[in-house]
Nanobody, 129 residues
Framework: EVQLVESGGGLVQPGGSLRLSCVAS????????IGWFRQAPGKEREGVSC????????YYADSVKGRFTIYSDNANNRVYLQMDSLKPEDTALYYC??????????????????????WGKGTLVAVSV
């Protein structure tokens, strides 16, 4: 079965850190861009970060630049999102998605409205005292 599975979400205090993981089964990331998206209650889904698996280039939304880091574990077909200095406004359901055509900054901007090849089901991040 082809799927993406996210993990690593949880409850954390403001200023804390979490590391999200996205692993693929049934396909390999080799020719894909992998993005992280999030959706807060009552808000639209937004792009957070992207990594182009072929060359390792990375992209970030302005709201997370300098606080989040995306990186890949090629041997294990896994992509991570390291989230530091978390804020209450980072609270959301976080999804990973993969696509062969939409990449880089375009994936962050248009991914929420695009028919991406694969979506995960999400992992919940809550930032609260």
């Amino acid at each position: 079965e082809v799927q993406l599975v996210e993990s690593g979400g949880g409850l954390v205090q403001p200023g804390g850190s979490l590391r999200l993981s996205c692993v693929a089964s049934g396909f390999t990331f080799d020719d894909y861009a992998i993005g992280w998206f999030r959706q807060a209650p009552g808000k639209e889904r937004e792009g957070v970060s992207c990594i182009n698996y072929s060359d390792g280039s990375t992209y970030y939304a302005d709201s997370v630049k300098g606080r989040f880091t995306i990186y890949s574990d090629n041997a294990n077909n896994r992509v991570y999102l390291q989230m530091d200095s978390l804020k209450p406004e980072d609270t959301a359901l976080y999804y990973c998605a993969a696509d062969k055509s939409l990449m880089g900054a375009a994936l962050i901007t248009f991914g929420p409205y695009y028919d991406m090849n694969y979506w995960g089901k999400g992992t919940l991040v809550a930032v609260s005292v």
